[in-house]
């Protein structure tokens, strides 16, 4: 028989966690807030550069998705001249009157010419859109 050397008894062993440190406890309290934010602007850089991205742009950034004389003409022609009366007194803050006809309703009558032709010949119509234009 051969004699077995005796087993140690096993060594009893405590885990104890290092006492938090302020940044530990930031970062804890923190990443739930800062991921997200992290990530979309992950999304926004990468939407600046791709151009068929550009909608994200337009979604979380302050440019209008409408240029104002497309604006104009969508308000105009879905009979919504409240809307673009808004949308005139916004613009004749910043423009005086001749450029708002100008560079804004002008241009909206030329987009309603060319999208659709027939729309402007009829003598309502045409009335209509000359009504709800801005006067001094």
Known sequence: MSARPAEKAPMPVEVHEPPASPISLAQQFLSPVVNPLETTGIVLA????????????????DRPPLTPPTNFYQRILADDPQEALQQAETLLKEMPLVEYYDSVALEGLKLARNAQPATLRNGRVRKRVVSQLPRE
């Open 46 to 61: 990468v939407a600046t550069c791709i151009e068929k991205l550009e909608f994200i742009d337009v979604l979380f950034g």
